[in-house]
């Protein structure tokens, strides 16, 4: 038999409970994402000892797929709440990170478990990577198990035996290849960390199943998947593509029902790696052949196409879409919180502010609903909602779904994901309508870099997060910084918003009041009047308060002239307060007002 211990481990100014990992500085308690909290633990158990990454990332992140950038940026959280001890967490080359310092424990409970129990340190250590491997194959059977290969010709048997064999070969490749070599225990363990073992399947499935197109197929869609879920899109349409050609040449170069799921799949991983244009005619393809094919993806395709339709800034079309999905009566509950989510994010822009609230609250409702308060798309729900009401002024009501959103995606996605970077984007938006430029630069900078290190350069996420940092940049003075950030901003622009003209006034929009704050006149004028052009062809309704708002960066633009500053402030004042159900804490018409007084 064997002893657990409870108690505390101490250093510095420090305190951690073990095993609930709950961490104190001098005496107070200092909230933490629970992942950081477990890796502060497992290094105190091994104190002054190095702790592999993947020591670590078993400890903070069991049983999960996640980059080795998360314990990075948990070391980092870390190292900014243990303040005068965070110098005792070194970063040891090429192997991990250690705590260099004199460590007490002090026992406070003592447990008896069965003699083979690992400690918790080595249990984290064996099951992390079998886990995880053990949940893709589960994936995958339930793949198979769920009819999404092809069908064998309407011969039922057939089909049977096909999925039968199937079956046989993953179970084998995932006991031999991938379970076997992942077991950290067994005798000829490599102790692979979860990304190689995930990027050896990639490697070794084209020659282990050369002659079983089918089964490659699965594999592909759920190494898509995982990729996905790392937010690394571009690899997960590399796999799409490849399951995708796959399917076509067993069906003689046809499009059947079977590609439908994968066309479903690639246009949101398009669209989430910032190719809008592919996504497009991928989207309109997969829509097309659902419905020669009466394929029962059809509601699952054409919400996906309406998320592309508001990506691109087609807002009145993706309402409308969705709209005439939110009427039928048999959608599934991820159905209708999808087509929630995109639907209220659509009449956001639209400015229709009286139904968009409304439409948040409810798909917040639907994904607690469905997913629990710690989803990924839970805290979406909160992100999305919070943006909404920093858009609207309500700053106050925003910050707690913002945090929550915060909380949840530092859980379960890690604090460096792309996407868990959202809630932060608000708050600096909202830094920026009351005019705090610095703490929106601290946002801003970081976030723009790890975006493109990991979307790239032509991303929208990139663009807007460069264009409003060159708006801060501006607002605090630093003309040089603005001036870069503008030019390659607008140089991006060229490239990647041609024929989006709903997108394309929203940069124009800032573009112009960035200029104009960094006292560039004439081009600002260039820019306000692309963005009116772009509203005129995008046909926004003549009271939405994007058009008052280029009376407002007019405002702006006229210097000193007392006189042009107040006949330009009027008419923003005007345009805004005649808009139907404009919430008099919209932003801009706060700053008509301040301009106003300028005047």
């Known amino acids: 038999m064997t002893e657990t211990l409870s108690g505390i481990w101490k250093f510095g100014a420090v305190e951690i409970a073990d095993p609930s990992a709950e961490i104190c500085v001098s005496g107070q ?5 629970r992942n950081s909290r477990t890796v502060l633990l497992a290094l105190a158990r091994k104190a002054g000892e190095a702790v592999s990454k993947d020591d670590l990332l078993a400890a ?49 409970d003592v447990s008896v478990v069965g003699a083979d129990a690992p400690t918790p340190w080595r249990l984290g250590k064996s099951l992390r990577a079998p886990i995880a491997a053990a949940s893709i194959g589960a994936l995958l059977v339930l793949l198979v198990g769920g009819g999404l290969l092809l069908q064998a010709s309407g011969n039922a048997k057939r089909a049977a035996d096909m999925k039968a064999r199937q079956v046989d070969a993953l179970l084998a490749f995932f006991s031999v290849d991938i379970l076997g070599p992942a077991d950290p225990y067994a005798s000829a363990g490599t102790g692979e960390s979860l990304r190689e073992v995930v990027e050896r399947t990639a490697a070794t499935m084209e020659t282990r199943f050369r002659d079983d197109p089918a089964t490659r197929i699965v594999l592909h869609r759920a190494l898509a998947n995982a990729f996905s879920g790392w937010g690394e899109y571009e690899k997960a349409v590399t796999h ?21 799921p994968v066309d479903g799949a690639l246009c949101q ?5 910032g190719d809008t ?11 097309q052949t659902a419905l020669r094919t009466s394929a029962p993806q059809l509601t699952t395709v054409r919400i996906t196409r309406a998320k592309l339709l508001f990506e691109i800034g087609r807002y009145e079309e993706a309402a409308t879409a969705l709209a005439g999905v939110l009427e039928k009566t048999d959608l599934s509950g991820a159905e209708r919180a999808d087509a929630e989510w995109f639907y209220a994010l659509s009449l956001r822009k639209l400015a229709r502010y009286d139904l968009a609230d409304p439409a948040f609250r409810r798909h917040l409702t639907l994904r607690q609903t469905l997913h629990g308060a710690g989803h990924p798309l839970t805290a979406w729900a909160h992100a999305d909602y919070g943006d909404f009401l920093v858009s609207i002024g309500a700053y106050d009501k925003a910050a707690p779904h913002l945090d929550e959103a915060d909380r949840i995606f530092a859980m379960t996605l890690g604090a460096d994901h792309p996407e868990s970077l959202s809630p932060a984007y608000s708050r600096a938006i909202a830094h920026l309508w009351r005019g705090e430029a610095d703490e929106a630069r601290a946002i801003l900078s970081p976030m723009l870099a790890r975006y493109r290190e990991t979307l790239g350069a032509d991303h929208y996420w990139t663009l807007y997060t460069m264009t409003e940092l060159a708006l801060a940049e501006a607002m605090r003075g630093d003309k040089g910084a603005a001036d870069a950030l503008m030019r390659e901003a607008r140089q991006t622009g060229a490239r990647v918003l041609y024929g989006r003209d709903a997108k394309a006034a929203h940069f124009h929009l800032r573009w112009a009041r960035a200029l104009a704050v960094s006292g560039r006149t004439e081009e600002a004028a260039d820019e306000r009047r ?3 052009d772009a509203m005129d062809r995008a046909r926004f309704a003549p009271d939405h308060p994007w058009r008052a708002r280029l009376h407002c960066i007019s405002a702006h633009m006229a210097g000193e002239d007392a ?3 107040r006949k330009e402030a009027t008419a923003c004042r005007s345009g805004l307060e005649a808009a139907q159900v404009m919430p008099d804490t919209y932003p801009a018409l706060m700053e008509a007002r301040e301009l106003l007084k300028r005047g």
């Open 277 to 287: 244009r592919r996504a497009e005619s991928v989207c309109d393809r997969a829509e």
């Open 240 to 260: 799409l593509d490849a399951a995708y050609a796959l399917i076509h040449d067993l069906n003689s170069g046809r499009e059947t029902a079977d590609t439908v």
């Open 563 to 565: 006189a042009e500053i």
């Open 60 to 108: 903070g992140w069991p049983g999960r797929l996640v980059h080795e950038n998360s314990l990075a940026k948990a070391i980092s959280r870390l190292r900014q709440t243990l303040g005068e001890d965070a110098a005792s967490l070194e970063a040891v080359y090429g192997s991990g990170y250690r705590l260099n310092a004199p460590v007490a424990f002090e026992q406070t």
């Open 530 to 532: 692309r963005a009116e």
């Open 29 to 33: 308690p200092a909230p933490m994402d």
């Open 269 to 273: 991983n398009l669209r989430l790696a």
